[in-house]
């Protein structure tokens, strides 16, 4: 299995811009998780989707961030306009609910700089 | 107070050592706990599940204070390629796959 796929890999965007993030999922996984890591707040849980639908998006910072999953092999996180204070490592993660096991299985991550 | 919390470190500890890392969470509802480990510049990975009874996986040794509501990583004989980030993970109970990580503990294993 090819694991979980990223793009892009680096992203270096001007405020203001529009930002699209995209992600495949491990094929058969039922979880989508989008997550965002910086240094002063660690990993944090932006939204999540189960077959397809958003669960929880409690996470999103602002209306600024969208994300979709318009079938189970794909997802994006959009960031219109896009701010400084963006700037940081986007993972995607995926998983299989099975009974006890709760393993997410993360992408390389998109790296974003808004400058 | 936050849901998940862990001392960042770093610890720098000799090849060989004993290393031990804490993870203390708030809410008591707490069911799953995990400890991933995340390489500089990688993506997190699981490195062991934490069950009630404790549990080991060759020099790795998680346990499970539910009373005091924390978990613990015990290293030992500890190798440069141990040199990571681990990230403390819970999971409240309910049907969904919902997990909060740790701000992560950094080890530096020196030679």
């Known amino acids: 299995d090819a694991g979980v796929i990223q793009s892009p890999r680096h992203e270096v965007t001007e405020m203001g811009q529009e930002v699209t993030l995209r992600c495949k999922p491990i094929s058969g996984h039922d979880y989508l998780f989008w997550y965002r890591q910086t240094m002063m707040r660690g990993l944090e849980l932006l939204i999540y989707f189960n077959n397809n639908v958003p669960i929880d998006d409690s996470g999103m910072p602002e209306d600024r961030f969208s994300a979709k999953m318009p079938n189970a092999s794909f997802s994006t996180l959009k960031i219109q306009p896009s701010e400084p204070r963006d700037s940081a490592v986007y993972f995607c993660?995926?998983?299989?609910?099975?009974?006890?096991?709760?393993?997410?299985?993360f992408g390389p991550g998109t790296r974003l700089t808004v400058t | 107070r936050k849901e998940v919390e862990q001392d960042p470190g770093p610890f720098n500890v000799p090849e060989g050592a004993t290393v031990a890392f804490n993870c203390t969470y708030s809410?008591?509802?707490?069911?799953?706990f995990f400890w991933y480990r995340q390489d500089c510049r990688k993506e997190p990975k699981l490195l062991m599940s934490?069950?009630?009874s404790g549990n080991e996986d060759g020099r790795f040794t998680a346990q499970l204070n539910r009373a005091s509501q924390y978990i613990s990583l015990l290293i030992r004989d500890s190798k440069l390629s141990d040199s990571a980030t681990y990230l403390c993970?819970?999971?409240?109970?309910?049907?969904?796959?919902?997990?909060?990580f740790g701000i992560g503990t950094k080890l530096q294993v020196i030679p």
């Open positions: 809410n008591s509802a707490s069911q799953s």
């Open positions: 993660a995926s998983s299989f609910w099975t009974s006890g096991k709760y393993e997410q299985y």
């Open positions: 993970v819970v999971r409240v109970s309910g049907g969904y796959q919902k997990v909060t």
């Open positions: 934490v069950y009630s």
